[in-house]
């Protein structure tokens, strides 16, 4: 029986999965995320967790096949990140100085597609090759898989789908540093975004006027028939649904997953972002399938190991 490991680096913790290669996870567990000095200490601090794993198991080095890990930021085909926003890292050589301290052999993706290949082997999009996943959180993240590849592109910036221009006429800044970007209306921050400025075009009753304001709230009120709600849900599902009819025409998935803390309000979301999908979508496009991510925080892990094995 063989093994692997899978890593997704965020800002405040560092979550490890030990796997079987068949897929069966075996072990999880989390670590802080140091970015103190630059962030020196966090490949180290990886290193030595997996060396304990695997005396703990009693598990012989020859036995590991490799090291999969995710990154919050564009990571090139070389495993060299450039920059990263919340790590502390600069330029680095991430695979190179993975390898060196571990002695496996190492594989270095952006966490979105990472996330987007868990779903992939293990999750949502089980049995298919080709799939686009939207992540849906304080911003709007994204992976492509093309064949049972992440697609990453000349810059590692492959995916980006937060940052497609939706809306040319915007004066608000994304954090991007551009204006009418996807995250701004799709997001968490997005959706409130959206329910402020509905809420202040009239005096329309709503229960969203009586409490903090928030996407949970947007999606509940829509449940129970209000109004207001709803409107503020058709229009981003139609900011959502006609980005992805684009990003559908170019890369042609089987299937959409959903995932990210907006997708909790379930099925419900998939009917308004499918509806205007198929109202934009190229006709060969039109059967492909949405589903809601199924790994949740997992997905990030399983696709990092996933990652060292395909």
């Given amino acids: ?8 680096i965020g800002g405040t913790t560092v979550k490890i999965g030990l796997f079987q290669t068949d897929g069966t996870l075996v072990d999880k567990w989390e670590i802080p ?3 103190d000095n630059e962030g020196e200490a966090i490949l180290p601090d990886i290193a030595e967790s997996l060396e304990v794993t695997l005396r703990e198991r009693g598990i012989a080095r020859d036995l590991v096949r490799g090291i999969g ?23 680095k050589e991430v695979k190179r100085e993975a ?19 868990g779903e992939m082997w293990l999750g949502a999009g089980k049995g298919c090759k080709n799939l686009v996943m939207v992540t849906l959180g304080t911003g709007v993240g994204g992976g492509i898989i093309v064949n049972g590849h992440p697609l990453i592109g000349a810059h590692g ?5 937060g940052h497609i221009c939706v809306n040319y006429g915007e004066i608000d800044i994304c ?32 229960v969203l006027r009586e409490k903090k304001l928030s996407a949970k709230l947007v999606f509940d009120a829509l449940k129970e028939g209000d109004l207001v709600a709803e409107g503020i849900v058709e229009e981003f599902g139609s900011y959502l649904g006609y980005a992805l009819a684009n990003v559908a025409v ?14 909790r309000a379930g099925e419900i979301l998939l009917r308004y972002i499918e509806k205007y999908f198929r109202e934009k979508a190229f006709f060969a496009n039109q059967n492909i399938s949405f589903a809601l991510a199924k790994l949740g925080n997992d997905a990030g892990i399983c696709g990092a190991a996933k990652l060292i094995l395909s």
Avoid: H
């Fill in 1 to 8: 029986m063989e093994f692997c490991f899978g890593v997704d």
């Fill in 99 to 117: 390898e060196e301290l571990t002695g496996f052999r190492t594989a270095v993706g952006n966490d979105a597609n990472v996330a987007a290949l």
């Fill in 175 to 206: 954090g991007c540093g551009k204006r009418g970007c996807l995250e701004q209306y799709a997001s968490a921050t997005g959706i409130v975004r959206l329910a402020r400025k509905r809420l202040q075009k009239d005096e329309e009753p709503s």
């Fill in 33 to 35: 995320t140091r970015t």
């Fill in 69 to 91: 890990i995710g990154i919050p930021a564009p990571v090139k085909e070389d495993g060299i990140v450039q920059r990263t926003a919340n790590l502390g890292w600069g330029y």
């Fill in 157 to 161: 910036a492959a995916g980006e789908i």
């Fill in 250 to 263: 170019v890369t042609d998935p089987e299937v959409i997953v959903i995932g990210g803390g907006v997708s």
